[in-house]
Structure formats: C-alpha cells, structure tokens
C-alpha cells in the first residue's frame, strides 16, 4: 500500500486538528511528517509504509491529551506511561480505531532523547500540523546506529527542502542545525556521520537525476554550514576527547 493510501496519514492529520479544536499544541513527527511535506514524485519516489503516529506535545498538556485519545478510542501502554510518562507516552489502536488499528502513537513531550537529546517543545508553535524540518532533521540524523528507513526518509526531507536562512513550506532552517551541533560535539558527530553515509547510498535511491543531483549539493551544503559554524567551549573540550569516549547513548528499544 502506498503511503498516499495509508489510513494513518489522515488519522494523523486528523488528530492533530482534535487537538487543536481543543487547544493543545500537537504536531506530527517522523516518518508521516516527513511524507506530509513531501512532493509527490519524492513520495512516490522514496515513501514507505508508516506502521505508526509520532506526535509531538507539550508536557503541561499532556493530561488533556490523554484524555482527548481515550475518547478517540486508543488504549494507553499504562506501564510504560507510568514509568516514562513525564517525556513519552504510548496508546495503541485497537482493531478499527484511527481507520486501520492495530497502530501505536508514540507520543514525545517537549524533548526527543534517542542517542542524544533533543529540545522540540521550543519550536512546537513554529509550523502548523509538523514540526519544522529542521527538526525533523535532527531527530532522523541524531541516531548513532541509523538504519536504511531514516536515512531515507533523510533523504525525502533534503530532496524537498532549500537549506537557508528561515524555515517554513519547503525551507530548512539552518541557523537551527548549527545552533543545536554547535553546542553538542557528540550531536554534531553523529550527524555528520550520517550525512556522509546519506552522501555515500545517494545514489542507490530510486530518484530522477535533478533530485539526485539537489539531494547531494544540500547534503553537502549543510554538512559545509555546521563544519563552518561557531562552536561552543564545550564543545570544543569535548572534541578534544574525540571518539576516545562513546559520545552518544544506546536507548532501550521500546517494543511495538
């Protein structure tokens, strides 16, 4: 099934503007995100299935936002919400919820911490129904162990964004990138890491030559910008530590 066909696409634009109906600031994240601001020969290109929801929330709401997914019909993971219900949240779908069931959301409040972490709850407002692709960006980029799936969904957002000055529709906002890799030296290695690896599968992706040929110039671009950019007295300690020491954090896997 194409994503295009996919009931979790509109299940997710569809909850996002539950939540908004009832004001909380929701957006989506991940892989759907990435689709949703995506051009149609990319998708067709470089789209995949979506097996779940990634949303984006603010902490300060997150009660109300349990309660909205209740009502909508999804199960909350009660074991791990208790646990880690402070900056994540998990609710399942049972059969026929959300168009299809059988889905998880996967619910990150204000911070996104994989192999680093992430500040999302500053920049939530910043775009309606996704978060900015900067911030997709990071979040895709920031895995040390990164697998095909978020390198090329990497390689979807890049396609179809301009790195430069602002965001918004079709813009990647650099100043976003730099901030955040020039105050981390272990983010800014895993993630230029992964820039090379996306330079170096580039061209095993399904793409017509003008995408593959823009694809490698903003991968370059950007890879040129955070080598370029200031960085932090920390991070410039914490280079001189270099790959010595393990830079990044091995997150507990959670099962789905």
Known sequence: MSAAEHPLVTEGRRLVEQAAAGGLEVRLFGG??????ASEPTREALGRDYPDIDLVAHKKGSRDLRELLEREGY????TFNATHGARRLLFHAPAGVGGAGGHQIDIFLDEFEMS????LGARLEAEPLTLPAAELLLAK?????INRKDLTDAAMLLVDHEPGAAGGPGHL???RLEEACGADWGLFTTFTDNLDQLAGMRQ???????ASTR????????RQALEDAPKTL???MRAKVGRKKRWYETPEEVHR
């Open 32 to 37: 759907i995100a990435i689709w949703l601001r």
């Open 75 to 78: 199960e909350p993971e009660r």
């Open 116 to 119: 680093h972490k992430l500040d």
């Open 141 to 145: 980029l920031q895995v040390a162990e």
């Open 173 to 175: 906002e650099l100043p």
């Open 204 to 210: 095993e992706l399904p793409l017509a030559a003008d």
């Open 215 to 222: 694809l490698e110039e903003r991968v370059g671009l950007v």
């Open 234 to 236: 920390a991070w410039k």
